[in-house]
């Protein structure tokens, strides 16, 4: 009989490379046999184990999900840089269907969570007649193996029960490593990843047993409030009078706190947890944290709220991105290059995970950011409007890249003609333009900016002050105009002082042409917002609740241009008039 299990043992052992683990320490070959790895706990460790625990089911589903959401575009090396490639034969495996039976997120989403716990993942990769992948079918990291034979790694697959490879007749099958697309974590040997479960399995034991021993707490640790103590024996009379009693004037939470009357020499003493038994809460929360550490998550994403506040919590969603979903990401990138392409491919193509889909913030703080980048040229409008899912503008209107007007050279504008100049001749290859245009469209940002300033500001003070009643509204609008007219004159002087020193004109009239200005801009809003009001023709409440999206301010940018053009006639006229 002995001989007979010691050689089971090593035929097995052979086959799933466990038998230095049998000779070292039996008992650990045989729960390593059976699936998983013994914690001192007495927990036995494995993938569906270690999923019982909600913090460790967050933390890899976290990673898989989003990882799996996340498009995985194809991109072409051109010499101005690289464009989307749609139609390379790897990008719609990793952004449609991945097989017939899976689309591309549930196969990235199962595979991420087996690299997650196993620290490999395995998938048979199926090619046309060119070598180009069109299939990526998925491999239980518990039914490979991987060996290394003559130098060269094969995977041995082990076939379902009772199914058997129709070319040898074996219940497992050999693949090349060119048929095997493996992922792995970080691998002492160089072929295969450490599992998670294995490597940590007392933290993850430990944290299954805490949660665990809380169900045991409360389904055989039930503790009474208190007892009645009493060195007399209770008739059963009287033992039935004293119940009735109590739940008489004691049952029900509304009659909570009331004071007992004992008899028969009874004395009450009251029940509870001990302190030490309190502390559970504790130890769970640092597990908690021990789980965050081991599969590199801030630990808010699990689950434990204890260290997140409204300051951090942005900055720990971004170090989530960076950290945790990165790393994975770009190990997914190099192996698909690596494993899925030929070596031409690689030359011409690569794919990429666009994390800007988990970067993105308050919509305030990703317009304010989209506008710096528009306003420096870096992007137009129709890719602008791209990332907002929206449509190109009509008439490739969209793909203008505009910069800001304050960032033109100075010579440029100073190098304009003279009022009064003689234009350009027909001749001249690269006329100037006409008096003034280069000066209009270096201010033009500027106004723009500071009329954009204004009109938020407006809307919100507005949409506050609509709460008031309509004749209270009334006074408070001519008051705010009237304030807000020296505020936006402030705002615009610089513009005016600038646009005086480009023509020559004296700049100590700008400030008097800002403020002529502003209560231009004051009246007209003000007359706008009294017309939207009249003009409703219903109840101030709905007027009120629409009103600071229907007050017709006007566009900031055609606002900014008309007053340019006021700007550079008053300002030219305070040149004639100081050159007379």
């Known amino acids: 009989m002995v001989r007979w299990l010691s050689r089971f043992v090593s035929w097995v052992g052979r086959s799933r490379g466990l038998e230095k683990s049998f000779a070292e320490n039996p008992a650990q070959w045989l729960i390593d046999f059976f699936g998983g790895r013994s914690s001192s706990t007495g927990v036995v460790v494995n993938e569906r184990s270690a999923l019982q625990s909600a913090r460790v089911w967050a933390s890899v589903r976290n990673v898989a999900e989003d990882l799996g959401s996340l498009p995985c575009h194809a991109y072409r090396r051109t010499a101005e840089g690289r464009e989307e490639d749609p139609d390379f034969h790897l990008h719609p495996i990793f952004n449609e269907v991945a097989n017939e039976e899976m689309d591309s ?96 399995a007392e933290v993850i034991g430990l944290t299954v047993a805490l949660e665990r021993q809380a169900g045991f707490f409360l ?11 009493t060195d007399k024996k209770l008739s059963d009379q009287a033992y039935a009078r004293l119940l009735k009693s109590l739940e008489k004037r004691h049952g029900g939470i509304e009659k909570t706190n009331r004071a007992a009357l004992l008899e028969e020499g009874l004395k009450w003493h009251s029940t509870g947890v001990p302190p030490r038994n309190a502390q559970h809460v504790e130890s769970r929360r640092f597990q908690a944290e021990e789980i965050a550490a081991i599969y590199r998550q801030p630990a808010h994403m699990i689950g434990d709220l204890s260290r997140a506040t409204f300051a951090n919590i942005e900055h720990q969603g971004i170090e989530y991105v960076v950290y945790t979903i990165r790393p994975y990401a770009v190990r997914w990138e190099k192996g698909i290059k690596h494993q899925l392409m030929t070596p031409a491919e690689r030359r011409t193509h690569y794919l990429e995970f666009k994390l800007d889909a988990l970067l993105r913030g308050d919509s305030v703080s990703e317009a304010a950011a989209l506008q710096v980048m528009r306003q420096n040229g870096i992007i137009n409008a129709d890719e602008w409007r791209r990332l907002k899912n929206m449509n190109p503008q009509p008439d490739g209107a969209g793909r203008v890249y505009l910069v800001n007007g304050n960032m033109v050279p100075v010579g440029r504008v100073l190098a304009a003609p003279a009022p009064g100049a003689a234009p350009a001749p027909p001749g001249d290859p690269d006329p100037d333009p006409g ?146």
Not at 223 to 228: C, E, L, S
Not at 441 to 451: G, Q, T, Y
Not at 567 to 575: G, H, L, N, Q
Request: one cysteine or more.
């Open 435 to 580: 008096p003034g245009d280069d000066v209009v469209r270096a201010l033009a940002s500027v106004f723009e900016d500071a009329f954009a300033r204004a009109m938020r500001k407006e809307q919100l003070a507005v949409r506050r002050a609509a709460k008031k009643p309509l004749a209270e509204f009334e006074d408070w609008a001519r008051d705010f105009y009237a304030t807000h007219a020296g505020v936006l004159g402030g705002v615009l002087e610089p513009s005016y002082r600038t646009l005086a020193v480009l023509v020559g004109a004296p700049p100590e009239r700008a400030g008097a042409h800002a403020r002529t200005a502003a209560e231009r801009y004051c009246r007209r809003a003000l007359t706008g917002l009294g017309d939207a009001v009249r003009a409703a023709g219903a109840g101030w409440a709905d007027v009120a609740e629409s009103l600071p999206a229907r007050a017709p301010w006007g566009d900031a940018r055609e606002l900014a241009t008309a007053e340019v053009e006021h700007a550079v006639a008053a300002v030219r006229k305070d040149s004639a008039a100081s050159a007379a």
């Open 219 to 229: 389904q055989n640790g039930a503790q009474p409030g208190g007892v009645f103590q």
């Open 105 to 200: 997120l549930q196969y990235i989403e199962s595979q991420q969570a087996h690299l997650m716990f196993s620290r490999n993942c395995y998938a048979e990769i199926v090619r046309n007649g060119r070598g180009q992948v069109v299939a990526l079918w998925p491999l239980h990291p518990d039914r490979v193996r991987v060996v290394r034979v003559d130098g060269v790694l094969v995977y041995l697959v082990t076939l379902p029960d009772g199914h058997r490879d129709p070319a040898t007749g074996l219940p497992y099958k050999a693949l090349a490593r060119e048929k095997v697309f493996h992922l792995k974590a970080m691998a002492l040997d160089g072929v295969s990843g450490e599992s998670s479960t294995g490597v940590h």
